[in-house]
C-alpha cells in the first residue's frame, strides 16, 4: 500500500470506529475520598450482590490494602472470592484464569482493585463471564452479546482513569501485541476515588501512571473527536496533574495530592472514552509490547517528543492548556503559549525523575517498532498523521546513546 492509500484506510477505519465510539457513554457513580473505597464494600451490599470476584496482583494483596474494603463487604453481607493473579499488561491467559475462578466460585459480581492492569483484567473477565466465552473472543468493538456481569472497580493508582472507560487493554498471550476489548457495559456500575489506597503508591509509580493521566488529558484534547464534554475534562486534568503530580511523588501520604491525582486520573478517562488517544500511546504501547516499559512509563518518555512535532498542528489547543493551567497568560503569543508548556513538561518529567531516554531499546527493533506504531496510531484522531520519518526520529532519540 503507498502512504496516500494508507491514509485513507485510516481515516475509513477511524470513521468506523468514530460511529461506535463517540456517542455519549454511560458514565459510573463515583464516591470519592478518603474511605470511599469502604463505602462502595456498602453500596455493593445494597445493589444485591451475594458473592463478589476481588480483582487483583499478588504485589498489591500482599501489602494488605484490600482488608479494610473485604471487611466493608462483608459487613454489607457480601461473600468474597479472589483472584490475584494478575499481571502488569495482563494477558488473555491471566483473564481467562479469573473467569474461571468467577464460574468455580459461583460468583455474581466482579470489583477491580489495583491498577490499570487490574481493572482491565477484571473488565474482561466481567464481560468474559457473562457470554460463557474465552478472552481472546472479546477483543474488538462489542464482540459479545451479553453485557458485563455487574462490574464496580477502586483504582489504585492514579493514571490510567481505566474506571472511567469502556475499554480494555488486553495483551496476546505470545506476541504481547495489545487488542482492545470496547463494549459500553465495561463501565463500571459504581468507582471508588479513594487516596488512602495510593498511599502506598511508590513514588516512581505514581510518576510514570501521573503522566499517563496528563498524557490522555492532552492527546484527547488536540485530538479531532474532541467535544465540549472531552474539552472539560481534558483541561481540569492538565491543571490537577501540573499542580499535584510533583507533590504526590514527593509526599505520598498527602491525601490532597492524591485525590487530586485520582480525581485527574478519573477525567483524563472520562475524555479517551470519546475522544480517544494518539501517537505517545500508539508508541508506547509497542514499548511496552515489545520490552515490558510500563505504559505509565512508556507515554511519560514520548508525550513531550509528540509535542514537539505536532506544535504547529494543534498550536491553539496546546496555548489552551498552557492559560488554563497558569503556564502562561491569554495576552502572550500562541507560539510562546506553546514552547512553554512543552517546556513544562520536559521540567515536570525531569523533576519526578522519568528518564529521558532508556537502554532496552535497539536499534534493530526501531523498523518494526515503526511500522506497529504507525499502524496503531492511524487509528487514532490525532491533529495529524505523523511520517515514519518523524517516528523513526522519536524512538531514536529515546535509545540511550
Ligand atoms: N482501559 C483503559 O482505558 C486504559 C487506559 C490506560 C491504560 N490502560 C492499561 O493499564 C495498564 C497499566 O496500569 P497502571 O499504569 O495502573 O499499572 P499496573 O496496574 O500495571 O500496576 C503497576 C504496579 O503498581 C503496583 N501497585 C498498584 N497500586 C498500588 C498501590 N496502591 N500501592 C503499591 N503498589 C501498587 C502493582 O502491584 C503493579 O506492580 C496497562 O496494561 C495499560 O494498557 C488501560
Ligand atoms: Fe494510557
Known amino acids: 500500500m503507498t502512504a496516500i492509500h494508507k491514509r485513507v484506510f485510516f481515516r475509513l477505519r ?47 494483596r500482599e501489602l494488605g490494602v484490600l482488608d479494610p474494603t473485604l471487611q466493608a463487604l462483608h459487613d454489607a453481607g457480601v461473600e468474597t472470592a479472589i483472584f490475584d493473579g494478575v499481571l502488569p499488561d495482563p494477558t488473555e491467559q491471566v483473564v481467562d484464569l479469573g473467569i474461571d475462578c468467577y464460574h468455580r466460585e459461583r460468583c455474581d459480581s466482579v470489583l477491580a482493585f489495583g491498577g490499570g492492569s487490574s481493572i482491565d483484567a477484571a473488565k474482561v473477565i466481567a464481560l468474559g463471564a457473562a457470554n460463557h466465552c474465552k478472552a481472546a473472543a472479546c477483543i ?98 492538565c491543571r490537577l496533574v501540573f499542580d499535584n503530580l510533583a507533590e504526590a511523588c514527593r509526599n505520598g501520604s498527602n491525601l490532597q495530592a492524591r485525590e487530586a491525582m485520582a480525581l485527574a486520573s478519573h477525567y483524563g478517562g472520562l475524555a479517551i472514552t470519546n475522544a480517544l488517544v494518539g501517537y505517545v500511546h500508539a508508541i508506547s504501547h509497542n514499548l511496552g509490547a515489545k520490552y515490558s516499559i510500563p505504559h505509565g512509563l512508556g507515554n511519560a518518555m514520548v508525550l513531550p517528543h509528540i509535542l514537539e512535532l505536532l506544535k504547529d498542528d494543534a498550536s491553539e489547543k496546546l496555548a489552551d492548556i498552557a492559560v488554563h493551567c497558569g503556564i502562561g497568560e491569554r495576552r502572550e503569543p500562541v507560539p510562546t503559549l506553546v514552547r ?39 487509528s487514532y484522531p490525532s491533529p495529524r498523521f505523523i511520517t515514519e520519518d518523524e517516528c523513526q526520529g522519536v524512538l531514536r532519540a529515546l535509545r540511550a546513546a
Open 140 to 237: 474488538g468493538a462489542k464482540k459479545c452479546k451479553l453485557p458485563a456481569a455487574p462490574f464496580f472497580a477502586v483504582p489504585t493508582t492514579a493514571g490510567t482513569g481505566s474506571e472511567a472507560t469502556f475499554i480494555a487493554v488486553i495483551s496476546n498471550n505470545e506476541t504481547h501485541a495489545k487488542g482492545g476489548v470496547i463494549d459500553p457495559s465495561l463501565i463500571p456500575k459504581a468507582a471508588a476515588l479513594d487516596p488512602e489506597v495510593m498511599r502506598g503508591l511508590p513514588a516512581h509509580i505514581t510518576a510514570a501512571t501521573g503522566m499517563d493521566a496528563l498524557t490522555h488529558a492532552i492527546e484527547s484534547y488536540i485530538g479531532r473527536w474532541r467535544t465540549d464534554d472531552t474539552d472539560y475534562y481534558g483541561l481540569a486534568a
Open 340 to 378: 512553554k508548556l512543552i517546556d513544562k513538561v520536559w521540567a515536570l518529567n525531569d523533576e519526578i525523575g522519568i528518564p529521558r531516554t532508556s537502554e532496552v531499546i535497539r536499534e534493530q527493533d526501531i523498523e518494526a517498532l515503526v511500522t506497529a506504531a504507525i499502524t496503531e496510531g492511524g
Open 14 to 60: 477511524q470513521k468506523l470506529m468514530g460511529a461506535f465510539i463517540t456517542k455519549p457513554q454511560p458514565k459510573p457513580l463515583v464516591l470519592l475520598g478518603p474511605g470511599s473505597a469502604l463505602q462502595l464494600g456498602q453500596l455493593i451490599g445494597s445493589f444485591g450482590m451475594r458473592k463478589i470476584l476481588v480483582v487483583t496482583d499478588k504485589p498489591l
